[in-house]
């Protein structure tokens, strides 16, 4: 199977990703709303685990993330939201989403820990390395690089996981792809990051009415993701749909 080629695509785009994202939500508000909330409150459970805690956030987050495109896909074509299709969607690839997550995860994990060991204290360094919340609560500049370092290298590797689930590419091709999309277009997807997801993380450092309004964002801007895979490789045609 010939592997589907990466475009660039405008600044512009960005507008109408957010927008058809929240669309969608608004569309079909109590699923989304529902569902974010679980999730979001799954990776904070996770979180709690010792010592791998943060790995299983990690995949978690992008076991979900694979749901959560199934689920817009669902309801971009079908105009109706199939949580039971989104499900068999991610079930049929899972062992590829699986390595893909475990893959981000341990490169996630040898660029911010060599940086984190150099900025932090000790105490904070074991909160991201260990998953030791009770070593002490790292400082908003701290956790700001943390979030820094994931947002960039999770946009970066965005692709992999819709291409995955989208048109059954393996593991390190899908990697590979995401990668080649990100280069053609790095500035828009960079501020796509920025405004989708660093500068509302930021709000949460306001407080909890801060980070009400940072779940609130995120819910809307959920399914754009699966807006800007669809601008990045255009509308190819979906290896489910190809089964009779």
């Given amino acids: 199977m010939e592997s589907p080629v990466p475009r660039p695509v405008p600044y512009s785009a960005i507008a109408a990703w957010i927008a058809s994202s929240c669309r969608l939500v608004v569309r079909k508000a109590h699923y989304w709303v529902a569902l974010d909330l679980l999730l979001f409150a799954c990776a904070i459970a996770l979180t709690f685990v010792p010592w791998i805690g943060n790995w299983l956030r990690g995949i978690a987050g992008q076991v979900s993330g694979a749901f959560l495109l199934a689920l817009a896909h669902s309801q971009a074509t079908e105009r109706h939201i199939s949580v039971r299709r989104a499900l068999s969607m991610v ?4 062992p590829t989403v699986l390595l893909i997550s475990v893959l981000q995860v341990a490169l996630f994990e040898a660029v911010e820990l060599p940086i984190l060991y150099a900025i932090a204290t000790p105490e904070e360094f074991a909160v991201y390395a260990f998953s030791d919340l009770r ?12 979030s820094a370092i994931g947002i960039a290298l999770g946009t970066v590797f965005a692709f992999a996981v819709p291409l995955a689930l989208f048109e059954r590419t393996g593991a390190v091709r899908s990697l590979r792809l995401s990668v080649a999309a990100f280069a053609r277009s790095p500035g828009v997807y960079l501020v796509f990051a920025v405004a989708t997801a660093l500068v509302p993380h930021s709000l949460a450092y306001l407080g909890a009415a801060g980070a009400l309004f940072f779940i609130a964002l995120e819910i809307f801007v959920v399914a754009a993701g699966y807006f800007a ?3 990045a490789f255009g509308d190819l045609p979906l290896a489910d749909q190809a089964r009779p």
């Fill in 229 to 231: 895979f669809r601008s």
């Fill in 135 to 146: 070593a002490a609560h790292p400082r908003p500049a701290v956790d700001l690089v943390h």
């Fill in 91 to 94: 079930d049929a690839v899972l």
